[in-house]
């Protein structure tokens, strides 16, 4: 085992690559074949095979196929065939809809898979991180995952949380010296490993260990499989599954009591009581859940937003809170110089002159302080840097030639709790280090200030007069960087004391326009009861200018800055949240208070943010938002739900998709119970009215094993509506089986129930108990594949276009009665399905019994509505 913490850098690159450069294309492709994927590998997954097997594990089909084996020994072969088949034919249907679903799903997390920058090629590009391999070179800052385990190259104060292996909660400072002896994992310091994140600098790393041969591949040996995790609703709908199966089978019992009192014998009394049971019982109703939800976030993952965590697709729908971050979410994060300022004076972009001294040494040192780079045109970096670089380019100043005039010695990274980024650079053989940062901070740092050629002592009134500056172009909606320097004595690693006494050169103001879309987005928010929050570290004034042009402030007095919660109590803070929709200045710990407040007050919080520190926050918010392009892979392994185009208006498209879902998945369950209770109401009155069974067992197994699943599937598609967007966010604790939603169920159900025993009454006019039966059976499979265009809306939709716009329900309909009509017409089926030849007009009445369930619900819709 080489131990590379004990190697030099050099040592390290002859040893992984055989050279000292960087691999080439060619190179790259030998490693990986030859080490093979930067993943570890998972548990088995389930074949399609097991998963057909699965489906023969639930209760009720065992259930079914004790019944096939009674039937088969009371003689009735053709209904014991008929159970089995039945059974199979709805094993298949469960494993083609499972195997999709997990087949979106993993899709999905492979949309949502992490990512690598890696230096290929002398650029720095982006990869997945499976493709990384040995020998890559990788750049690593503050919010990223580290990809591979490897020896450090580039050491600029990194930071590395290893809790994951050795769990030692506390950042481990790195270093990029040799390390002599044997020292154990947590004392490689000059060494990084895969599984653990950067909690702050920067740097860059030599792989030396991909995929299991890692030190976490190590450990996990055989990672398994995740387990499925049932989202809130699905446990919701498996309580009340449960508590209704009770109830049914105690039902069935006593009616098989009942037939076997009446003299039926043993076992056809309990072959019907089986089937009515499996008829009753809403067995489907969780896995109908899976498929809704795994299409819903197919569809969102098309529209930017992809799903990570599935419980936030019925979460999105009751969120009633969303704070986002300004910049890159609200805005467009194109940012652009504006104007200089030097000198005392305001200089627009347009009219900056580089020839005098004072506004080149500010671009300069813009440059200088500064990580972003733009390489034919390909912008890598924090889009504020890069406007900072690109008025150079626009001026004809060379990045990389100032760059290389002016090396780059040591550096204090910028993070966002201290607002400040700082570099020593070597400048005509003295070393300076430069500071840029937000301006209220680096004023009072500020000791001395540059005017003209001369430096002197900064005053009061100095001061005034940048603070004014200040608050103009932030009233203006622009980000404002302050720029300052001084002299560094000797030649040693900087430390944060050293960001004081600093020299004031200038300000660079930066316009930062709002998305076109975000207007439109704040507003379709509110309107769908749901309070937009700006949470943002910049400026109160800029933040407010921008916040009121995109209508989430109406008035000055509801923008507050960070520091102003400090003080205020959890209890106070609940009511101060009451009245603010911009919180500035805000560092990530005021973001956890923020949402928890609004928590306490009984909202659904949603959160964005993309920073390393942003990940409790995201991990405290009920629905975490992270940003798929500009966020740290930390934020977006705790976010549950990612933006692939970082930009508010997708957060509230997602809301929508969400209380669709949710809307949809309550039309298949409304469409399922009523349609069994339907049935049930049929059953109890022929028994009380001592009539006939109105059904044979393979009535209701047919019914409920193939004509049903389809419609409810298909009602789980219905095209969303925007309507979902004028009603005001769903209770998150509201079960989904509300009193008025079971009020339907029973109405709706109890039209069924009747139209099905007129059907049964006027077949047993003449005392022909099977032809009775038929045509009960025929109307209740016709009368719920009818029924599934009254699940579509609560409104009554029978005149609109809306009746027609959902192609999968249709077709679920046609094939149904395809299905129904087969059974009743073709002869050779009848002994089969124990039904009696119909006439025309007897299989008219059969339609027409079924069909006039759509002018009656439709018209209790309409008097519901009222
Ligand atoms: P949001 O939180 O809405 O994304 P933001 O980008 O302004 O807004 P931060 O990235 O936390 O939030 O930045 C906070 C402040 O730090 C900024 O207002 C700015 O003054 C300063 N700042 C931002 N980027 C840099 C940088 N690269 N170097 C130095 N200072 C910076």
Same mark, same amino acid.
């Given at each position: 085992?080489?131990?590379?913490?004990?190697?030099?850098?050099?040592?390290?690159?002859?040893?992984?690559?055989?050279?000292?450069?960087?691999?080439?294309?060619?190179?790259?492709?030998?490693?990986?074949?030859?080490?093979?994927?930067?993943?570890?590998?998972?548990?088995?997954?389930?074949?399609?095979?097991?998963?057909?097997?699965?489906?023969?594990?639930?209760?009720?089909?065992?259930?079914?196929?004790?019944?096939?084996?009674?039937?088969?020994?009371? !003689?009735?072969?053709?209904?014991?065939?008929?159970?089995?088949?039945?059974?199979?034919?709805?094993?298949?249907?469960?494993?083609?809809?499972?195997?999709?679903?997990?087949?979106?799903?993993?899709?999905?997390?492979?949309?949502?898979?992490?990512?690598?920058?890696?230096?290929?090629?002398?650029?720095?590009?982006?990869?997945?991180?499976?493709?990384?391999?040995?020998?890559?070179?990788?750049?690593?800052?503050?919010?990223?995952?580290?990809?591979?385990?490897?020896?450090?190259?580039?050491?600029?104060?990194?930071?590395?949380?290893?809790?994951?292996?050795?769990?030692?909660?506390?950042?481990?400072?790195?270093?990029?010296?040799?390390?002599? !002896?044997?020292?154990?994992?947590?004392?490689?310091?000059?060494?990084?490993?895969?599984?653990?994140?950067?909690?702050?600098?920067?740097?860059?790393?030599?792989?030396?260990?991909?995929?299991?041969?890692?030190?976490?591949?190590?450990?996990?040996?055989?990672?398994?499989?995740?387990?499925?995790?049932?989202?809130?609703?699905?446990?919701?709908?498996?309580?009340?599954?449960?508590?209704?199966?009770?109830?049914?089978?105690?039902?069935?019992?006593?009616?098989?009591?009942?037939?076997?009192?009446?003299?039926?014998?043993?076992?056809?009394?309990?072959?019907?009581?089986?089937?009515?049971?499996?008829?009753?019982?809403?067995?489907?109703?969780?896995?109908?859940?899976?498929?809704?939800?795994?299409?819903?976030?197919?569809?969102?993952?098309?529209?930017?937003?992809?799903?990570?965590?599935?419980?936030?697709?019925? !979460?999105?729908?009751?969120?009633?809170?969303?704070?986002?971050?300004?910049?890159?979410?609200?805005?467009?994060?194109?940012?652009?110089?504006?104007?200089?300022?030097?000198?005392?004076?305001?200089?627009?972009?347009?009219?900056?002159?580089?020839?005098?001294?004072?506004?080149?040494?500010?671009?300069?040192?813009?440059?200088?302080?500064?990580?972003?780079?733009?390489?034919?045109?390909?912008?890598?970096?924090?889009?504020?840097?890069?406007?900072?670089?690109?008025? !150079?380019?626009?001026?004809?100043?060379?990045?990389?030639?100032?760059?290389?005039?002016?090396?780059?010695?040591?550096?204090?990274?910028?993070?966002?709790?201290?607002?400040?980024?700082?570099?020593?650079?070597?400048?005509?053989?003295?070393?300076?280090?430069?500071?840029?940062?937000?301006?209220?901070?680096?004023?009072?740092?500020?000791?001395?200030?540059?005017?003209?050629?001369?430096?002197?002592?900064?005053?009061?009134?100095?001061?005034?007069?940048?603070?004014?500056?200040?608050?103009?172009?932030?009233?203006?909606?622009?980000?404002?960087?302050?720029?300052?320097?001084?002299?560094?004595?000797?030649?040693?690693?900087?430390?944060?004391?050293?960001?004081?006494?600093?020299?004031?050169?200038?300000?660079?103001?930066?316009?930062?326009?709002?998305?076109?879309?975000?207007?439109?987005?704040?507003?379709?928010?509110?309107?769908?009861?749901?309070?937009?929050?700006?949470?943002?570290?910049?400026?109160?004034?800029?933040?407010?200018?921008?916040?009121?042009?995109?209508?989430?402030?109406?008035?000055?007095?509801?923008?507050?800055?960070?520091?102003?919660?400090?003080?205020?109590?959890?209890?106070?803070?609940?009511?101060?949240?009451?009245?603010?929709?911009?919180?500035?200045?805000?560092?990530?710990?005021?973001?956890?208070?923020?949402?928890?407040?609004?928590?306490?007050?009984?909202?659904?919080?949603?959160?964005?943010?993309?920073?390393?520190?942003?990940?409790?926050?995201?991990?405290?918010?009920?629905?975490?938002?992270?940003?798929?392009?500009?966020?740290?892979?930390?934020?977006?392994?705790?976010?549950?739900?990612?933006?692939?185009?970082?930009?508010?208006?997708?957060?509230?498209?997602?809301?929508?998709?969400?209380?669709?879902?949710?809307?949809?998945?309550?039309?298949?369950?409304?469409?399922?119970?009523?349609?069994?209770?339907?049935?049930?109401?049929?059953?109890?009155?022929?028994?009380?009215?001592?009539?006939?069974?109105?059904?044979?067992?393979?009535?209701?197994?047919?019914?409920?094993?193939?004509?049903?699943?389809?419609?409810?599937?298909?009602?789980?598609?219905?095209?969303?509506?925007?309507?979902?967007?004028?009603?005001?966010?769903?209770?998150?604790?509201?079960?989904?089986?509300?009193?008025?939603?079971?009020?339907?169920?029973?109405?709706?159900?109890?039209?069924?129930?009747?139209?099905?025993?007129?059907?049964?009454?006027?077949?047993?006019?003449?005392?022909?108990?099977?032809?009775?039966?038929?045509?009960?059976?025929?109307?209740?499979?016709?009368?719920?594949?009818?029924?599934?265009?009254?699940?579509?809306?609560?409104?009554?939709?029978?005149?609109?276009?809306?009746?027609?716009?959902?192609?999968?329900?249709?077709?679920?309909?046609?094939?149904?009665?395809?299905?129904?009509?087969?059974?009743?017409?073709?002869?050779?089926?009848?002994?089969?399905?124990?039904?009696?030849?119909?006439?025309?007009?007897?299989?008219?009445?059969?339609?027409?019994?079924?069909?006039?369930?759509?002018?009656?619900?439709?018209?209790?819709?309409?008097?519901?509505?009222?």
């Amino acid at each position: 085992m080489d131990k590379f913490y004990q190697l030099s850098k050099e040592e390290t690159r002859k040893k992984v690559n055989g050279q000292q450069e960087p691999l080439t294309d060619q190179q790259v492709r030998e490693h990986q074949e030859k080490y093979g994927k930067n993943e570890l590998v998972e548990g088995k997954k389930k074949s399609t095979f097991q998963i057909f097997l699965e489906q023969y594990k639930d209760f009720l089909v065992i259930i079914l196929i004790a019944a096939a084996i009674v039937s088969g020994f009371l !003689g009735d072969a053709e209904s014991a065939i008929v159970i089995l088949v039945v059974i199979t034919m709805n094993a298949i249907l469960g494993t083609v809809q499972t195997v999709k679903a997990e087949q979106s799903l993993s899709s999905l997390k492979k949309l949502s898979g992490p990512t690598a920058k890696v230096l290929r090629n002398g650029n720095v590009i982006q990869i997945p991180s499976v493709e990384l391999t040995v020998g890559d070179e990788v750049m690593l800052e503050a919010g990223d995952y580290v990809p591979a385990d490897g020896r450090i190259l580039q050491n600029a104060s990194l930071k590395i949380d290893e809790s994951a292996l050795t769990g030692e909660s506390l950042g481990v400072e790195k270093s990029d010296e040799v390390i002599s !002896g044997e020292v154990p994992l947590g004392d490689q310091t000059n060494m990084v490993f895969s599984g653990s994140f950067v909690t702050y600098g920067r740097g860059s790393f030599l792989v030396t260990g991909i995929g299991m041969e890692t030190e976490v591949g190590k450990i996990a040996t055989l990672l398994k499989t995740t387990s499925e995790k049932r989202t809130p609703l699905q446990i919701n709908l498996d309580q009340f599954g449960q508590k209704l199966s009770i109830i049914i089978l105690i039902f069935c019992g006593i009616l098989f009591g009942i037939n076997v009192f009446r003299g039926d014998s043993i076992g056809d009394a309990f072959l019907f009581a089986v089937a009515l049971a499996v008829a009753a019982i809403p067995e489907a109703l969780s896995s109908i859940v899976t498929i809704v939800l795994s299409f819903g976030t197919q569809k969102m993952a098309k529209e930017h937003a992809i799903i990570r965590k599935l419980q936030a697709v019925e !979460g999105l729908g009751s969120v009633s809170i969303i704070c986002s971050d300004k910049t890159g979410t609200l805005t467009q994060n194109k940012m652009t110089v504006e104007d200089y300022y030097v000198n005392e004076k305001r200089i627009p972009a347009a009219e900056i002159d580089i020839q005098k001294k004072e506004q080149r040494q500010l671009l300069d040192y813009s440059i200088l302080c500064n990580d972003s780079t733009n390489v034919d045109g390909m912008e890598i970096g924090d889009p504020t840097e890069t406007a900072l670089i690109n008025i !150079g380019t626009r001026l004809g100043v060379g990045t990389m030639d100032v760059r290389e005039a002016y090396p780059r010695k040591t550096e204090i990274p910028f993070d966002s709790d201290r607002k400040l980024m700082s570099t020593v650079n070597e400048m005509d053989g003295e070393r300076v280090m430069i500071t840029k940062g937000a301006v209220d901070v680096l004023l009072n740092r500020m000791a001395y200030i540059q005017k003209g050629d001369g430096v002197c002592p900064i005053t009061d009134a100095d001061k005034a007069a940048i603070e004014a500056q200040n608050q103009e172009f932030s009233r203006g909606g622009l980000r404002v960087l302050a720029f300052a320097y001084k002299k560094m004595e000797d030649e040693r690693d900087l430390c944060l004391e050293d960001e004081n006494d600093l020299i004031f050169l200038g300000l660079i103001s930066m316009m930062d326009p709002p998305r076109v879309e975000s207007a439109d987005a704040v507003a379709e928010c509110i309107r769908a009861g749901i309070k937009p929050i700006m949470i943002t570290g910049d400026h109160k004034v800029t933040a407010a200018a921008i916040a009121k042009r995109i209508g989430i402030l109406k008035d000055e007095s509801e923008a507050c800055e960070g520091a102003e919660i400090d003080n205020l109590s959890d209890e106070e803070l609940k009511d101060f949240v009451e009245h603010v929709s911009v919180y500035a200045r805000v560092s990530p710990e005021h973001k956890i208070r923020i949402v928890r407040a609004w928590q306490e007050k009984g909202n659904i919080v949603s959160m964005t943010g993309d920073g390393v520190n942003d990940a409790p926050a995201l991990k405290q918010a009920d629905i975490g938002v992270a940003m798929g392009i500009t966020g740290s892979e930390v934020s977006k392994d705790a976010a549950s739900m990612v933006l692939t185009d970082d930009n508010f208006a997708t957060i509230i498209k997602a809301v929508e998709n969400g209380r669709n879902v949710y809307k949809n998945i309550k039309g298949s369950i409304q469409f399922l119970l009523s349609g069994n209770f339907g049935a049930i109401l049929a059953v109890l009155y022929a028994s009380i009215a001592g009539l006939p069974v109105p059904f044979a067992p393979v009535h209701l197994l047919f019914i409920n094993l193939l004509t049903d699943s389809l419609p409810a599937i298909a009602l789980g598609l219905e095209p969303h509506t925007k309507d979902v967007m004028n009603e005001k966010p769903r209770p998150m604790n509201e079960s989904i089986l509300t009193k008025d939603f079971l009020i339907k169920i029973a109405t709706e159900g109890l039209s069924i129930g009747v139209t099905t025993m007129i059907a049964f009454l006027i077949g047993f006019k003449g005392g022909d108990a099977v032809l009775a039966s038929t045509m009960a059976f025929g109307t209740l499979c016709t009368a719920r594949l009818v029924h599934g265009f009254n699940c579509k809306s609560d409104r009554p939709v029978l005149f609109k276009k809306k009746m027609w716009n959902n192609i999968y329900l249709i077709g679920a309909f046609l094939l149904g009665l395809v299905l129904i009509t087969s059974v009743l017409m073709i002869p050779a089926l009848h002994s089969v399905f124990k039904v009696s030849t119909l006439t025309i007009q007897q299989l008219l009445i059969v339609y027409g019994l079924a069909a006039a369930n759509l002018p009656i619900i439709q018209l209790l819709k309409c008097f519901r509505k009222k």
